[in-house]
């Protein structure tokens, strides 16, 4: 014969798996588990069984309290799992959704990113800079003497504590090789900020690609090589590249250079895309000075520099007319990008 509690659980688990909502099921858990349920009922009467029996019936209690229990929350789970599936089946899936507009990248980060892709087959690794920077990493490190125009204040941005927005990116140079021994072979793309007059040619922001290239016995050679090669890449292999002399602070020869192909929009016109040079040996010893060390010693490491004009190469690329309509954001200009 089975034992008053054994029944008791059988019969619990009967109108469980029987109940046909969470409410009944409720009413059945206060029955057999409530505080003056049946089987709680039965902790009252442990007190009077006879001593042997407390643990035989003990043991058969929190077994029989367990099972009822573990019934009521697998019972549980199911009908929440029916709700949740009802729930589902009245999504209207005919209903339009809520739009996501896709967005198009920008012609200058377009632009960037052709760049990029051209200098990393080269070999260049991609370094950064902060667009605030201090007067030595701008001027002092490039050998430009503190009463060169560029650092007047017409020309340059200061802030009230002294630092400016970089003029150029140059100062990428000098923080790539400050971090690093030779030989170096990185490129760097940002924004540069100077006090020019907004016009369809100039504009107070605009945005160059720096490169820089040290290692032994490297040339004026290497320089063009490498410059032509990334323009005919860029604007295809009919193009025209010329390298005229000119004078930068931190590069000793310095050459400005020019494009013209017949396939571009401006065919028949020289259009000037990027200063560069040779580094200055007075740079190479500006670094030293900062690193403590050797490492860039002028007898033994040559290296060439050069900074390209992006926003110049978009507007040539893209035959964009105005430097203005990068900062419009007017989407009839935009989209015709994308
Ligand atoms: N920093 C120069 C400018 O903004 C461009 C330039 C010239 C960069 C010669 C160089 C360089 O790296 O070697 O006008």
Redesign the pocket.
Known sequence: MSHPLERLRDEALREIESATDDQALETTRVKYLGRSGSISSWGEQMKVLAKEEKPVVGKLLNEVRNAVTAAIETRNAQFRLQKESGALTKIDISLPGTPHEIGSLHPLHQMHERAIQIFRRMGFALAEGPDIETEWYCFDA?NTPPDHPARNEQDTFYLSDGRLLR????TV?IRAMKSAPPPLRVIASGA?YRRDELDATHSPQFH?I???YVDENVSVADLKGELEFFLRELFGPGTEVQFRP?Y?P??EP??EVYVRSKALKRGEQWIEV??????HPAVFEAVNKARGDKAYDPEKWSG????L?MDRLAMILFDIPDIRLFAQNDLRFLRQFA
Not at 274 to 279: F, H, L, N, T, Y
Not at 304 to 307: L, M, N
């Open positions: 490039l003029t150029h990116t140059s140079q540069a160059q720096e490169g820089l000119h930068f931190f590069t310095s050459l990027a200063g560069c040079g040779m580094v060439y520099a050069f900074g004009g």
